[in-house]
């Protein structure tokens, strides 16, 4: 059983001074380190907040710059295209004018040989069916 006595009131004394003492030694530090915690854990909360926004912010500064550069890329190379194409018909165009002079050159040159030859024939169709209708008939003429 409980006596009221002074030892209670010693105890109550003891319960008031233990409870101080451990609020100062214990329980006010480490409420004070878990603030401090808290504190940094904001901190880096925070930084990391910062640093995904700045890394997203650089990400589309490079997103940016590919297209400018792919779109300049197309340009150049289209550019380029364009240039050979017409490179290209231009010496085509030299190629086949080229070949269309050696053609008329050789046609010429094979009627002058036709005009020749049909001269020379002409020439000796004479004495070439004389000689036919000579040995045809088995007499000459």
């Not at 009131?9 to 100062?24: D, H, K, S, T």
């Not at 490079?62 to 380029?80: C, E, F």
């Not at 231009?90 to 040159?109: R, T």
Request: glycine residues 6%.
């Amino acid at each position: 059983m409980v006596t009221m006595d002074i030892t209670l009131l010693f105890q109550i004394v003891n319960a008031f001074v233990l409870m101080f003492l451990l609020n100062g030694i214990i329980y006010k530090p480490v409420l004070k380190i878990l603030k401090e915690r808290a504190g940094k854990l904001q901190g880096m909360r925070d930084d990391v907040v910062k640093y995904e926004d700045n890394a997203r912010r650089r990400q589309e500064e490079v997103d940016k710059k590919m297209v400018k550069a792919s779109l300049q890329a197309k340009a150049a190379l289209d550019t380029a295209r364009a240039g050979a194409k017409a490179a290209g018909e231009e010496k085509l165009a030299v190629i086949k004018a080229e070949a269309d002079a050696e053609k008329d050159k050789q046609l010429a040159d094979v009627k002058t040989q036709m005009q020749t030859a049909r001269k020379d024939l002409e020439a000796g169709l004479e004495g070439f069916a004389l000689a036919m209708a000579g040995k045809i008939l088995g007499r000459s003429l």
